[in-house]
């Protein structure tokens, strides 16, 4: 059966639905019986069902991931200790609810309140936000945590929008008696916090704590109703997403500098970070010409009746997005037509989430049309395109939610629809090659809807002999079905060479001899990420310790150490928080150690996971700054458990070539005699201890301890013995709490 909510197919007899969790009973109307959706009639009293039939109470959350965020704060560590993070806080209520509700029953008061705070949470569920608290006439939402989201103020945003979108829409419903209209107000905020869960006689909360939450609660008091304001912390990190109008420095309560506030008006139409970036500029483009030059030669194949498949593979911020922009502006062959969709992270639960917005660009239908002008739309351009092609307007109709009077296509079921949708899109497409070259660019795979999937599968079998090229970009998680195929090229994008990363640098901040030095350090931190390179330059001229103008910047003080910008610490808080918990919690402890950790140092969890513990480190080879992003988000009281550990002397990584040690020479021969017994096990033993609580690097019983190193994210190394470990030593006191 469908899923009334998601449209995801379930398996039959299932109480509640595989995909997003909503229950599928509903209650008779006369006797409130449980009844199956789809019957006509009660099986207990025989009442017709239909209108006004109630749905069953939902034993979860109307979200389509509610029930995982509920998981996680239950059986997470970091939510029961508390975990410090990135994230954005959305305070909305009802302007003037005392007036509104005096002298009313408490009931009645009830019944008008419930909508509103049933729009305000479905607003937040949709872009996968977490409502910790009810507040009366309001509420409180949290976006990147307890998961989180390397997007998270723009998901905050487009929460608020569409909670005044939705209260707008049902004015009409929403309006009291007497004429008085009900309208909200918004304050967003984004920064650091704690999070963690609170649990009193009654239940368990999990809440934010610090400033953060306190500013936007106090920015959602100023706003007036109907609008949504935000801060400049807020909108930086949503920028270029959002449309948004300067109020300037507000005084806030309880802080003795102004906040520079915004007010945001609306959402634009961005499907990347390089669209995002256009307003402020790019930065040079380096590094990817062989790449680019591979797309074309795709693109001149596919022309010829060749249809091609490219997939661009690479880590957060390789950039993916921006060599798709560079193909589509660099290519010179006149008469191609390019259609650009992209997958959204809250969009997987959304059934043709991208083909959707792929289809409103080739209909040139507007966000304020209504189901008679999309209908007109999609039946002028279809007839205009091919006759034939009318008996698939029906299916592209319903893909827009567009009510659909055809009786042949009511008659039909789900799974003859799902049919007919998949036919549909692939047909046009086909269809519009023969007329002119199409590229087709699909973005982000790796957050693509199983019905949009299905779609490129369909539409990829066929495509040997179409004048279509699919150009598609994900992650390395995404699992590629097409790349076997004789026509499929696969495309990596690694880290920026040292020469390449110096060239951009060198475009970004200036060519003087003094700045060297920084430069390195860039590109030692950021492993030549593009996007994080761009990302900690523009959060050091925004602290002023680079002044000037772009590629003529200088140095006003020494820089000793980068902070991870908010925007890159949100993409490596997303990425950490998919591994496993004991492997993050490795990552953690490592974190809070130091650079270079000696895995005896990680305490049980370097016991217990030394054999899964290179695929978390494997995870990371050459990436991002983890430790610099990790630290941050451990608490002050996890730190201090942690550092003792590094109280231990860490063994040296081994060189790679060293020169001959008679004295070891002799340690080797002598260790493969017989032991001697027991009395000689004990007194080596206690010679190992004392050399341990001395300083003293000495081998290990059995097999000397090497040691082998895999690069952590941040230019330092997490390092795991090769063979064996050392027993558990007490701690040095002099080396207690000194952390490398």
Known sequence: MNCPRCGAQNREGVRFCEECGAG????????????RPGRKFCGTCGAMLGVGQAEAPSRTPPSSTSGH????????????????????????????????????????ARRILDPVLEWMMEAVHHYEGTVNQVMGDGIMALFGAPLAHEDHAVRACYAALRMRQTLRRHADTARLAGGVPIQIRVGLNSGEVVVR???????????????????????????????????????????????????????????AEPVELYEVTGMRAIRSRVEAALGRGLSRFVGREADLKQIHQALGR???????????????????????????????EPGWLFLETAAAPYGRSTPYHAIVDLLKFYFHIEEHDDSTQVGDKIAARLRALDDQLSATQSAVLALFGVPVEDSSWLSLGSAQRRRLNLEAVTRLLLRESLDQPVCLVVEDLHWIDSETQAVLDELVTRLPSARLLLLVSHRAEYHNRWINRSYCTQLRLDPLPPASAEELLHHLIGADDTLLPFKRLLIDKTGGNPFFLEECVRALVESGVLTGEPA???????????????TVQAVIAARIDQLPPAEKALLETAAVIGKDVAFELLGDHGRDRRRSSPRAGAAWRGRAP??????????????????????????????????????????????????????????????????????????????????????APTGGCLVRPSVGSCPAAPADPRHAGRGR
Request: proline content about 8%; charged content about 25%; glycine content about 8%.
């Open 552 to 566: 003529a910047y200088r140095l006003v003080r020494p820089v000793q150490g980068l902070e991870v910008p908010p």
């Open 69 to 108: 965020i509920a998981g996680k704060i239950l059986t997470s560590r970091a939510a029961l200790e508390g975990e410090r993070t990135q994230i954005t806080v959305l305070f909305a209520d009802m302007k003037g609810s005392m007036e509104l509700l005096a002298d009313r029953d408490p009931e009645e």
């Open 24 to 35: 599928f009973l509903t209650l008779c109307p006369a006797c409130g019986a449980e009844t």
């Open 197 to 255: 869960s609170i649990v009193s006689d009654l239940h368990m909360d999990y809440t934010a704590v610090g400033q953060t939450t306190h500013l936007a609660s106090r920015v959602e008091q100023m706003a007036i109703p109907d609008t949504i304001m935000a801060t400049a912390n807020c909108v930086r990190l949503a920028e270029g997403y959002v449309a948004v109008t300067p109020l300037g420095p507000r005084a806030v309560k309880g802080l």
């Open 302 to 332: 596919a022309a010829q009746g060749h249809g091609q498949v490219v997939a661009i593979v690479g880590e957060p911020g390789a950039g993916k997005s921006r060599l798709i922009y560079e193909v589509v502006r660099s290519w010179q």
């Open 626 to 711: 983890v430790r610099d992003a990790l630290l941050p988000r451990s608490p002050l009281h996890v730190r201090a458990r942690a550092h003792p550990r590094s109280g231990l002397r860490q063994s040296p990584p081994r060189p790679a070539s060293r020169p001959a040690r008679p004295d070891r020479e002799r340690h080797r021969a002598a260790r493969s005699r017989p032991t001697g017994g027991p009395r000689r096990a004990a007194r080596s033993s206690r010679a190992r201890r004392r050399a341990l609580g001395s300083g003293r690097t000495v081998p290990s019983a059995g097999r000397r301890q090497g040691v082998r190193t895999f690069r």
